[in-house]
């Protein structure tokens, strides 16, 4: 799965440095560049940049992770990492690992006195004084509120498969090319990856359904998962045509009927509702709220797949929090839920995720009441 520490053994130095200037001297400051992730980064960001322009330009982003580092923030957040040790940070190795319209995403490696700590950095990509600034510090906060509800109000059980992040510090805002940008930094989330919802397009039949897998394959373990749930798609199509010929005179929705008992689609309706659930805890947990620009395919997410259930953690309340009317107006929400197709993002193509499964939107509120404490 993910850990910081694989994404470091195979990235090289990309030429960039700086410094960051701790109370009492100054320290290297590495950008490094992933054999995997840092092409589809440089790829995709001037589409993006197109998509939201006057934002922080990512030629840019070096220069302000100097400067946010720079700060006491870097402290609080590396004796979090390491609370009952005193280290001193000899050096902060990083790259961008991530970019949305409001956000990227810097991972760090901090060169240690005994040894080395991981986190991530937050940091907004609209500038303060903009319609969208001070993303940073409101997700900040309602992260660091919901995380703190979660904690007392999940079961154990549902810790396990349910965890909403706790960020780590808020950091000053920063300066760059006469723009303020605020930032936060975070924990990285170890073996979990982003979640993705995708559409499987039939190759032999005009067959379509949802279906979930890991979004970027930058792991052997992580590409042997995605090449399986493939595969397993590839199975669904064959069994429609195998039942097609089983049943010659039966009409097409017996056949389909008999199609959505097979284990693998049984699977991904399983999925749906893991996720669902997760979606309901969000707004039981934030006292009927949910996140005004939810989105699945833009990371909100992470997952890691256990024996085809998914484990999920929340990274964002992505655009804020909006206040619901009530259990309807949430189940609502959920037959609106519409995401981009990954692949046809400049296409505009989106599919209505929860589109089919009312039985499971009606009864995911109820399920998620189960896992919090009596």
């Known amino acids: 799965m993910a850990r910081a520490e694989n994404f470091f053994q195979v990235a090289k130095e990309s030429g960039k440095q700086g410094l960051v200037y701790l109370p009492d001297r100054s320290i290297p400051l590495k950008w490094l560049s992933h054999p995997i992730v840092t092409p589809l980064f440089e790829k995709t960001a001037p589409k993006v940049m197109e998509e939201v322009p006057d934002t922080l330009k990512y030629d840019r982003v070096s220069d302000a992770v100097s400067n946010l580092l720079s700060q006491d923030g870097l402290t609080t957040t590396i004796r979090s990492l390491f609370p009952k040790t005193d280290v001193e940070v000899n050096g902060v190795n990083a790259m961008t690992v991530q970019m949305g319209k409001k956000a990227y995403i810097i991972l760090c490696q901090a060169e240690n006195t005994v040894g080395k700590g991981y986190f991530a950095i937050y940091l907004g990509r609209n500038p303060n004084d903009s319609k969208l600034g001070n993303e940073a510090e409101r997700d900040f906060y309602n992260l660091s509120d919901l995380s703190d509800t979660a904690e007392q109000r999940l079961t154990d059980k549902a810790k396990r498969k349910y965890k909403f992040l706790k960020p780590i510090s808020l950091m000053e805002p920063i300066k760059v090319d006469g723009h303020k940008y605020s930032s936060f930094t975070m924990p990285f989330i170890n073996d979990y990856g982003e979640l993705r919802a995708d559409v499987y397009e039939g190759k032999k039949t005009p067959i379509r359904f949802p279906f979930f897998r890991y979004s970027v394959v930058f792991s052997k373990a992580l590409k042997s998962f995605n090449d399986s749930i493939n595969k397993r798609n590839s199975a ?18 017996y056949i389909l009927t008999q199609l959505t008992k097979t284990s693998g689609l049984q699977a991904i309706k399983k999925q749906m509702e893991e996720l669902l659930i997760g979606n309901a805890l969000i707004y039981l947990l934030s006292d009927g709220h949910f ?20 484990y999920l953690f929340l990274i964002t309340i992505r655009g804020g929090w909006k206040k619901l009317a009530g259990e309807e107006n949430w189940q609502e929400r959920m037959r609106q839920q519409d995401e981009v197709v990954p692949g046809r993002e400049m296409e505009g193509v989106t599919m209505p995720l929860f589109y089919g499964q009312d039985d499971l939107i009606l009864t995911a509120i109820g399920k998620a009441k189960e896992l919090l404490k009596k």
């Open 291 to 310: 996140p005004k620009d939810f989105m699945v395919n833009s990371g909100d997410w992470m997952v890691n797949f256990v024996n085809d259930s998914l």
């Open 236 to 253: 669904i199509e064959d069994k429609l045509i195998h039942l097609a010929k089983r049943f010659p005179d039966k009409p097409l929705e």
